[in-house]
């Protein structure tokens, strides 16, 4: 079955500092996997989708992810926070045609 | 291109009545996924439909619930006798073919508060 665990139900950083978001993930098989960002009330927004390439995926707005097999992690980071990035953040699997979320990271920037 | 459409934005509904939640894919997509985003909660998969087919609904709640595809127009869920526990905001996706590597692209969401 297919499972992602967000490790941390908050995250709170000061804008131009870096960001770490984490996620990890149970699979019976090689996933494709899928950070989402949801602003409030709107929509979900991809950011970055890993799909057995490049185990190094970069996004939009400057997010990336690092696909890590032996430690079955896919960690969103950004090397600086902006104001605009808070919001609430989902890792996503696959699971036979229908995505899996994790429970969300809700991402708090201080200026 | 417009991306997804949902309507409406915003539901009110007592209990016992009905609700109907519609959604637009994107043009060329054939594809439409239902989820449900309870507060504080994230996303699980209600429901997965093609054109006139479900193709998969266990996530859908045995009763009550209901989804349709129509060969044209949008994709309806169908919500019989609100209860206050069905109070969400529900997610359409569309995606242009099948596959675990193809991204779903997302509506803004109808957001259901039943009274």
């Known amino acids: 079955a297919q499972s992602v665990t967000q490790l941390d139900s908050h995250v709170s950083v000061s804008e131009g500092t870096p960001v770490l978001l984490r996620c990890n993930y149970s699979s019976s098989y090689s996933p494709s996997l899928f950070w989402y960002v949801q602003h409030p009330n709107k929509g979900l927004q991809l950011l970055l989708k890993?799909?057995?390439?490049?185990?190094l995926v970069k996004g939009i707005n400057g997010f990336e992810a690092e696909f890590k097999k032996s430690e079955t992690s896919f960690h969103l980071t950004k090397p600086s926070a902006h104001m605009s990035d808070a919001a609430e953040y989902f890792c996503?699997?696959?699971?036979?045609?229908?995505?899996?979320f994790g429970t969300g990271t809700r991402l708090l920037v201080s200026p | 291109n417009a991306g997804v459409m949902q309507n409406p934005r915003h539901l009110v509904r007592r209990r016992g009545q009905e609700a109907r939640l519609r959604c637009s894919p994107m043009?060329?997509?054939?594809?439409v996924y239902w989820y449900r985003q309870l507060p504080e909660e994230g996303l699980k998969f209600m429901v997965y439909?093609?054109?006139?087919?479900?193709?998969?609904e266990s996530g859908m709640p045995k009763e009550r619930f209901s989804a349709e595809f129509p060969k044209e127009g949008p994709s309806i869920l169908r919500i019989q006798q609100v209860v206050r526990g069905d109070s969400a905001a529900y997610f359409c996706?569309?995606?242009?073919?099948?596959?675990?590597?193809?991204?779903?692209?997302f509506g803004p969401g109808t957001r259901l508060t039943v009274l």
């Open positions: 439909l093609q054109k006139e087919n479900i193709i998969d």
């Open positions: 890993y799909t057995s390439a490049a185990t």
């Open positions: 996706a569309s995606s242009p073919s099948s596959g675990d590597y193809n991204e779903q692209f």
């Open positions: 996503v699997s696959t699971g036979f045609q229908k995505l899996v």
């Open positions: 043009k060329g997509h054939s594809h």
